[in-house]
């Protein structure tokens, strides 16, 4: 029976930080000693297919192409568009000797500018392939030394990076600086940067995570580069050689740093895989439920006005049936749109007293912008599409950008007539049933504010960071819905703003109890089964749950893998037994 002691490690970051080539680093650092080692043996470690485009003194192009131990998965690495990420599915490259053994987990990048599908599926993939271990005892965030600056799309990334992660993983998490020898291997600028988000993330969400030799190592990687163009290129050997030095010392400065990156893990407890795949699961469950339930709020809440109440009366003094409301969906490609009062247009539905709402102004057609949350407003990272100017003002309908959002679907409501009773009823029997109706549904939205404040309770319990306000945002924008219906002379929305009004300050009071309850330590502890039965619990509402589990199918859609049922293949784990480990 073997006795190596085995430690696993993620590698986290965004799309162009250099967790490949940081993987291939590792492969020679753990192989060979010194440089002048690596290249006398004249074969560099090559775990993962690289490729580098050299441009000489003379201005001849060439591309190096190393392919290496594991030419067979060349298909995973994408060397043709540097914008995209380079890896394309998760990997776990194993270096081991008799006595222990490391398995670095390389997933594709968060930010890959192929747009925010992508992203999602990436982190499914990310999701799926860290549940097949039972503990990750380091969780290495890549950052870039010359980041001069918390720019949103960076914040965005560094949010998307620790959402995935449970709270108790914070002790396992540390920062890797790449690209340091122009900073004198140092953290660079990439130092404030990293201070003013942590900095920021304790402020807002009293989270801290500290900025210390434990938990930041700087390197730079470009020895790999050098070994493998030296390698390849005759022509390179000839015009780098007066650099060798340089590289030299760049190899001994990052080897020494990586051994002692790796030597840290001997310190750690292991982080429970099981606890981060829950918030990720449920944080899944939570994104796509909030736009449902707020569009669920406003159906209940117009199904009990006095207006809607008589239209009933009348269906089921006519025939035995009553007025369902069924919500129809129609996916669209993204597109930037304005939730602007004045930008919302109420539509009639032909043959009732309802509307549908339309997002008239699309300020963006056919947004493609990466790293954009779906149906979320605010959201910082649209302050890079090109609808807006400098100053965040949308050039096409004058809104401020954190009246925008992005949508990827459609959603229309029909009336249908449900059959209730063999006759019609009397007025006293009318009366009585939408009684019973009326209070149903009443219940039906105590579940839902209740199934809200569950599942935000979870996260805040469970996550280092969720989304704030989500539901609070969706309530204001059916309320804007709303107020754009009445200025068309819908006659029964201001009922209906009165009640979502009434709706939202109920949630919001909620809210403030639970976080008090929270910050004190009294809330009572909300489990991963529970979320689970909170949605089982909304889809069988009896009025309301059948719209309520279309909506959240079509928002889980897109968090779905092209084909989840592939199985997987022995590429997936690259082992490699190395003569030198911490």
């Known amino acids: 029976m073997s006795t190596r002691r085995v430690y696993n490690i993620l590698l986290l970051g965004a799309t162009g930080t ?99 599908f992508q992203d999602t599926i990436n982190k499914k993939l990310i999701a799926d392939k860290i549940q097949q271990f039972t503990e990750i005892h380091g969780i290495f965030i890549l950052f870039k030394a010359s980041e001069p600056r918390l720019t949103p799309e960076l914040k965005f990334n560094l949010n998307e990076t ?79 050689a007066p650099l060798k030095e340089n590289y030299k010392k760049s190899w001994e400065f990052s080897r020494q740093m990586t051994f002692k990156l790796f030597e840290r893990m001997y310190t750690l407890g292991g982080h429970n895989v099981k606890l981060t795949c829950s918030v990720g699961q449920a944080r899944t469950i939570i994104h796509c439920a909030i736009g449902p339930l707020a569009a669920i709020t406003t159906l209940i809440q117009r199904a009990i006005t006095p207006a809607s109440r008589q239209a009933n009366i009348e269906t089921l003094m006519n025939g035995g049936n009553s007025i369902k409301n069924e ?119 105590e579940v839902i504010i209740r199934a809200i404040v569950k599942l935000s309770i979870y996260l805040k319990q469970n996550a280092i960071l969720e989304y704030n306000n989500a539901f609070e945002e969706r309530i204001l924008l059916e309320i804007r819905k709303e107020q754009a219906a009445q200025s068309e002379g819908v006659e029964d929305s201001a009922e209906v703003i009165k009640k979502l009004q009434k709706t939202l300050e109920h949630y919001k009071d909620q809210m403030k109890a639970i976080n008090l309850s929270i910050a004190s330590g009294n809330a009572t502890k909300v489990s991963e089964d529970e979320v ?32 989840e049922s592939k199985t997987s293949n022995s590429n997936e784990v690259i082992s490699c037994y190395v003569k030198h480990l911490p």
């Open 18 to 116: 250099g967790k490949s080539t940081l993987v291939n680093s590792i492969a020679n650092y753990f192989s060979y000693e010194t440089l002048d080692e690596a290249i006398a043996s004249n074969e560099p470690v090559c775990v993962i297919p690289s490729a580098f485009d050299l441009t000489f003194a003379n201005f001849t192009k060439v591309k190096i192409i190393q392919l290496g131990m594991n030419r067979k998965d060349v298909g995973n690495e994408n060397f043709n568009f540097s914008a995209s990420s380079c890896t394309q599915a998760p990997r776990v490259y194993s270096f081991y000797n008799d006595e222990v053994g490391f398995n670095v987990i390389d997933i594709p990048g968060i930010g890959d500018t192929r747009g925010m």
């Open 532 to 563: 689970q039965e909170v949605l089982t619990s909304l889809f069988t509402l009896p009025h309301n749950g059948s719209n309520i589990q279309k909506m959240f199918d079509a928002e889980s859609a897109d968090c779905k893998t092209a084909d």
């Open 162 to 240: 620790l959402m995935m992660l449970h709270i108790s993983a914070r002790p396992n998490i540390m920062f890797v600086i790449t690209n340091c020898r122009g900073q004198d291997y140092g953290p660079g600028p990439a130092m404030n940067t990293l201070n003013e988000y942590v900095s920021d993330l304790e402020a807002k969400k009293g989270i801290k995570i500290e900025l210390n030799e434990d938990t930041i190592y700087c390197m730079d990687n470009e020895a790999y580069k050098f070994q493998c163009c030296w390698n390849k290129s005759e022509e390179y050997r000839k015009e780098m």
């Open 327 to 445: 919500v129809q969906i129609e996916k669209t490609l993204p597109r930037t749109v304005c939730t602007s009062k004045q930008c919302i247009e109420a539509i009639p539905i032909p043959g009732t007293k309802q509307y549908n709402f339309s997002f008239k102004t699309v300020c963006h057609d056919n947004c493609f912008l990466k790293n954009v949350a779906l149906a979320k407003f605010p959201e910082p990272a649209l302050e890079d599409c090109q609808a807006f100017d400098l100053h965040g003002n949308c050039t096409h309908c004058g809104c401020r950008v954190e009246r925008h959002m992005h949508l990827s679907q459609k959603q229309t409501q029909k009336q249908t007539l449900n059959k209730v009773a063999a006759q019609s009823l009397t007025k006293e029997q009318a009366e009585k049933f939408m009684d019973a109706f009326v209070s149903a549904h009443k219940k039906e939205q």
